[in-house]
């Protein structure tokens, strides 16, 4: 079955569960086309998902591909929620195929996703300059889907600035819950950043509890001059403690 609930100006949350029937594709698009007529616009989608969900026929299957083709390119934004591998991963798929802006939500920031769903702006995520340091600690937390606007406009003219005066640097890189993943030119514009500073960071804390993230900073160590240490999220304050040492 398909839930459909109007949780917001111009945004429809569908949670899909178990077998999908055709029927429920006929009435999700009887639902939409009648919300498109009266609105005359196309609402955004938050598509809530806990375990995945399957076709119960091959027939369902086409209807839902026909639902997609006719309706993907009035629909400007789609989130998708779940903590399921597969189901953070696919919006990153869904991008190179679909127009609509496509971004992936942990099930704890399902209300965020609502937001995101109904608001013009498509910025997916961020660097989150964190307070309470020295200057010669950059501590950021990234946040949603970081691309390369934010090596670009916010982290490497911070550290570039920050070197003229002080010299070397400490970084506290902390990836949490609130991460969802780095867009290609993001991850192109990390590896160009962390080559440019191998010698410029004395110590780098990375904490985070995801294991591709924590795997590719042990094999890059090697290559810096940093005292680089992996903590988990649930050590954070360790970590705080850790990087202000001297």
């Known amino acids: 079955m398909i839930g459909i609930e109007f949780s917001a100006p111009n945004v429809v949350t569908l949670t899909p569960a178990g077998a999908l029937s055709a029927e429920d594709f006929a009435r999700l698009t ?10 005359e616009r196309a609402p955004n989608l938050v598509i809530h998902v806990g375990k995945l969900p399957h076709w119960d026929s091959f027939l369902s299957f086409r209807k839902h591909l026909r639902f997609v083709r006719n309706h ?24 190179l195929f679909v127009s609509a ?35 010669d600690v950059i501590a950021i937390r990234a946040r949603g889907i970081i691309t390369g606007q934010d090596y670009r406009e916010m982290l490497v003219p ?9 010299g070397r640097l400490k970084l506290l890189f902390v990836l949490d819950e609130t991460f969802d993943s780095y867009s290609a030119a993001a991850a192109w514009d990390d590896a160009r950043f962390g080559l440019s500073h191998l010698r410029d960071f004395g110590k780098i804390a990375v904490v985070t ?28 304050e360790e970590a705080k403690s850790w990087i202000l040492r001297s």
């Not at 209300?111 to 020295?134: I, M």
Request: net charge negative; proline share 6%; charged share 30%.
């Open 101 to 135: 802006k496509v971004r992936p939500f942990s099930e704890a920031r399902f209300a965020e996703a609502q937001q995101w769903a109904g608001t013009v702006e498509d910025h997916p995520g961020e660097f989150e300059l964190l307070e309470g340091f020295p200057k």
């Open 30 to 39: 009887s639902t939409i086309d009648q919300y498109i007529n009266e609105n």
């Open 209 to 236: 509890d995801i294991g591709w993230i924590r795997h590719g900073a042990g094999i890059f160590a090697p290559l810096m001059k940093a005292d680089l240490r992996i903590f988990d999220v649930a050590e954070l």
């Open 158 to 166: 911070l550290v570039e600035e920050r070197l003229k005066s002080l």
């Open 72 to 95: 993907e390119p009035l629909v400007k934004k789609v989130a998708i929620v779940g903590d399921n591998f597969a189901v953070r991963t696919l919006p990153l798929l869904m991008d």
